[in-house]
């Protein structure tokens, strides 16, 4: 009779964890590489356009507005002038360039201002649906490979921040034959401010901003309407009072422009 063959008893979860400690070694001496290209920030210097930083439609636009500053800053800090030229550059008398602020409108988008990871996406995010909003309005980047930066400086709020901007352009063939209530301009200028600079007094801070004939913008609304998007935090946005109209993030939808601007209330944005 045959003698019976011995089972071998193997240290199975043993073995799993050591094969399991091998291969996490060999990814992290070996990382994986992606086919997509490397995003890096572009840099150029005299663009004779209020955009002139490089910025695809899919970047983070204060992430390149702070890069192109320092950038600036490393390449010219030794040559004055070229650096009070590039100062000039983002003035608030440039961001004016070329544009009819009576046909203009002005819509400004509160974002997290960190610099962790999951804020930077919560700009991706809201850019692209700021954006797509836009464009179901019809409305175009003026240049998707830039965007512009002011800088604003007020020593009482310990302001020394960079405001990114982009233009939009309505492109609408044929003519409208929209009520005059209901019409759109044929500019708008989007805004993106750091939620954190408005914690305290933001009314007082916007009005400023915006508004306030001795502040930065000096806009007329008188001529033009301005919007805010935001701010984060839903119970705030009742401490933001007249004359500027708060749009809900949490309403925000394609149909969110037209539903901020337009004199007629409409439905609420699913």
Not at 139 to 165: C, L, Q, T
Not at 170 to 196: A, F, I, K, M, Q
Not at 212 to 225: E, T
Request: proline fraction near 8%.
């Amino acid at each position: 009779m045959e003698k019976q063959r011995k089972s071998i008893d193997l240290p199975w979860p043993a073995i799993m964890a050591a094969l399991a400690a091998v291969g996490g070694v060999f990814l992290y001496l070996n990382p994986l590489e992606t086919s997509r290209p490397a995003e890096r920030t572009g840099f150029q210097l005299n663009l004779d356009s209020p955009q002139d930083v490089d910025a695809r439609l899919w970047q983070d636009p204060l992430r390149t507005a702070t890069e192109h500053e320092t950038q600036v800053f490393s390449r010219r800090k030794d040559a004055p002038e070229q650096f009070d030229q590039e100062n000039q550059r983002h003035s608030v008398g440039h961001f004016w360039l070329g544009r009819e602020p009576d046909e203009s409108w002005v819509l400004a988008v509160m974002i997290p201002g960190g610099s962790y990871s999951e804020y930077s996406e919560a700009r991706l995010r809201m850019r692209q649906a700021v954006l797509e909003a836009l464009g179901a309005e019809h409305y175009v980047p003026a240049d998707g490979e830039h965007i512009g930066y002011v800088k604003i400086d007020n020593p009482s709020w310990n302001w020394r921040m960079i405001v990114p901007f982009e233009w939009c352009d309505r492109e609408v063939h044929g003519g409208s034959n929209e009520p005059s209530t209901l019409r759109l301009p044929d500019h708008v200028c989007v805004l993106w401010l750091r939620d954190e600079e408005f914690q305290t007094n933001p009314a007082l801070r916007l009005n400023w901003l915006l508004r306030d004939p001795d502040g930065c913008f000096r806009v007329d609304m008188s001529q033009i309407k301005i919007r805010i998007v935001g701010p984060r935090t839903a119970s705030r946005e009742r401490t933001i009072f007249p004359p500027f109209k708060v749009c809900s993030r949490q309403n925000w939808g394609v149909k969110a422009i037209r539903s901020c601007f337009v004199a007629r209330p409409l439905p609420t944005l699913r």
